[in-house]
């Protein structure tokens, strides 16, 4: 893709390890500049539910132009709406001429400080989120909302939008579809890509203690309530076949989930939170993903199963269910806590007689989730409004 001669600011709240791959695509095709509400600290990881504090052990700001903006909010943190307020932020774009910004997303005070900036100085403002209409809300908040939204969505010239449900979120609220843009969720597909073919199934099991012969159900994420962990051991209970489940994270349900498994005869393998740099071993020991969350926008544990070939099973609560679940051919998904449908799903995809096709259908529907065509998507909107 040629370079875009123009400039681009960004806004984000903190280094994501899923957004870094993306700057540094987009800085390839457009002059960028990012601008970090936020620096983020072990604390702050774990206060949003991981359950030990850590930094992310992958180089997340290398290669793409960036600026830690000063954050003046009495509790600093990137978890409540007041927690990031970055005034100096307005005078940036005041000064710097963007020929547009983008905002990953609008549930922080800087996010607003830079709406402000840019609605005062002209200059075009887009956004990328993922919020879709799934997301529980009480009836009430929702009646509330509506309004609000239909105006404040209004205010953006494109909203990128990373998956179908996350686009009916913007169509609901008033957004022409002549101002969505397709920007995907995406992880560092390249990296997992290249960390897993020097990876062996069978050393690693024998690493953590795994028979050979077991089907492996992983569990990626948080262990807290939403996510439902503990599906996962009501859904293996009672199958005929050598089933373990692995889960490689932390959270408040731990010592829930291993009652459980005592209760019930279920093998359980945790394997506390695991950084990015150990995921593909991870990924690579196991024959299933579930994601049994009640609520999630979306799920880029997903991204990285298939990525590493591994199909995937979902709730239908979880955001990527329609883009990246094909039943039968990338995994299955099943209504939200009904672990009798969670077990056939399971019967149905660890009974195939080969793992060779679920590998190669997974890895074919996710080249199409990739930061270069998020991107891509970031580029084009950009075009559109400043053409």
């Given at each position: ?8 600011g ?5 280094p994501?390890q ?13 002059e ?16 949003e ?12 700001t ?15 943190g ?7 307020n ?10 710097e ?11 922080l ?30 009836a ?6 509506r ?71 992983l ?14 051991i009501y859904?293996?209970?009672?199958l ?10 932390a ?19 945790l ?13 690579t020991?196991?024959?299933?993903l579930?994601?049994?969350s ?14 590493c ?29 009904d672990?009798r ?14 793992e ?12 199409k ?19």
């Amino acid at each position: 893709m040629r370079m875009l001669n123009k400039k681009l600011g960004v806004i984000a709240s903190h280094p994501i390890q899923y957004q870094a791959p993306i700057f540094r695509e987009l800085g390839n095709m457009v002059e960028t500049h990012v601008f970090f509400a936020h620096d983020d600290t072990p604390e702050d990881q774990a206060a949003e539910g991981f359950g030990v504090g850590f930094q992310w052990d992958r180089d997340l700001t290398s290669n793409y132009n960036h600026t830690y903006l000063q954050n003046n909010a009495k509790k600093p943190g990137f978890g409540r709406f007041y927690g990031c307020n970055t005034p100096e932020i307005s005078g940036i774009i005041r000064v710097e001429s963007f020929d547009a910004f983008l905002l990953m997303g609008w549930n922080l005070y800087s996010y607003w400080q830079a709406i402000f900036a840019c609605k005062t100085n002209n200059v075009p403002v887009m956004v990328r989120g993922d919020s879709h209409l799934g997301t529980p809300r009480r009836a009430m908040k929702q009646m509330l909302k509506r309004p609000l939204y239909l105006l404040m969505l209004k205010l953006f010239d494109r909203c990128l939008y990373v998956g179908e449900r996350n686009k009916k979120y913007y169509l609901n609220y008033g957004i022409r579809e002549n101002k969505l843009v397709f920007s995907p969720h995406a992880v560092d597909n390249t990296w997992f890509e290249q960390e897993v073919s020097n990876l062996s199934k069978s050393e690693l099991r024998r690493k953590y203690g795994i028979h050979e012969d077991s089907r492996v159900v992983l569990f990626s994420g948080k262990l807290i309530k939403n996510k439902r962990p503990l599906d996962l051991i009501y859904a293996v209970e009672g199958l005929k076949e050598k089933h373990e489940v692995v889960y490689a994270g932390a959270g408040d349900q731990t010592s829930k989930i291993v009652a459980l498994a005592k209760k019930l005869n279920v093998k359980v393998r945790l394997l506390g939170f695991k950084n990015q740099s150990e995921m593909p071993a991870v990924y690579t020991i196991a024959d299933i993903l579930v994601l049994p969350s009640s609520s999630e926008t979306w799920g880029l544990v997903v991204n990285e199963a298939m990525v590493c070939g591994i199909p995937v099973i979902v709730s239908d609560a979880v955001g990527c269910a329609p883009d990246l679940i094909d039943p039968g051919e990338t995994g299955d998904t099943y209504p939200v806590g009904d672990v009798r449908a969670l077990r056939n799903a399971l019967c149905r995809i660890l009974g195939s007689t080969s793992e060779q096709p679920y590998a190669e259908m997974v890895r074919r529907k996710i080249r199409k989730y990739t930061p270069t065509i998020a991107a891509m998507g970031v580029v084009q909107a950009m075009e559109g409004i400043t053409q």
